[in-house]
């Protein structure tokens, strides 16, 4: 494990480790949420896609409860059903 894994990790973790009796290697500062979003969008959009391609009936289910929220916020949309 590098360096800024490492640091990575005592950020999230550092906690649990202090709960636990562990001492960090680190003294690393948490990451910025830049860096949070940077790392979850650059680094792993791959599994995110095979996570969304996995689960389409929970996209299909949350595209319908946000057409759902939005028809009873702006009142009176028609409904949409499904093979009509």
């Known amino acids: 494990m590098g360096r800024r894994e490492l640091e990575t990790f005592e950020a999230v973790a550092g906690p649990m480790l202090d709960a636990c009796g562990y ?46 929220g939005w028809r009873l916020r702006l009142g009176g949309l028609p409904i949409r059903t499904a093979g009509l």
């Open 23 to 68: 001492r960090r290697a680190t003294e690393a500062m948490p990451p910025s949420r830049v860096e949070q979003i940077a790392e979850r969008v650059l680094r792993h959009p791959p599994r995110k896609a095979a996570a969304m391609l996995r689960n389409g009936a929970g996209i299909a289910e949350g595209i319908e409860r946000a057409w759902l």
